[in-house]
């Protein structure tokens, strides 16, 4: 089985900042895309970043200059760096990966995080 843990998440001031953690683990043969995605009350879930086993990055226009995504491949471990941070940033952020699980399965599958709260309030 394959699990996401997101960690980091909490509440923190306007204009603060917060780096939210994934670590995937289980039986896993090889990562391809991450991303992180969040979603706010009464809104749907949108995505904020992604960024492809090779390291290239997209991002929301919301969080551009922002929010830094990143990787460490060794560690099976997405990263999100948060800068800046508005009540308007305030959403459960979900991580997820599409991998190739590993042992007899060989199966490529989407995985989610069961998501990390961060909270932007004075």
């Known amino acids: 089985q394959v699990q996401l843990v997101e960690s980091g998440g909490g509440l923190v001031q306007p204009g603060g900042s917060l780096r939210l953690s994934c670590a995937a683990s289980g039986s896993i043969f090889s990562i391809n895309a991450m991303g992180w995605y969040r979603q706010a009350p009464g809104k749907q879930r949108e995505l904020v970043a992604v960024?492809?086993?090779?390291?290239?990055?997209n991002y929301a226009d919301s969080v551009k200059g922002r929010f830094t995504i990143s990787r460490d491949n060794a560690k099976n471990t997405l990263y999100l760096q948060m800068n800046s941070l508005t009540p308007e940033d305030t959403a459960v952020y979900y991580c997820?990966?599409?991998?190739?699980?590993?042992?007899?399965?060989?199966?490529?599958?989407?995985?989610w995080g069961k998501g990390t709260l961060v909270t932007v309030s004075s």
């Open positions: 997820n990966a599409f991998l190739r699980e590993g042992g007899g399965s060989m199966r490529w599958a989407d995985y």
């Open positions: 960024i492809s086993s090779g390291g290239s990055t």
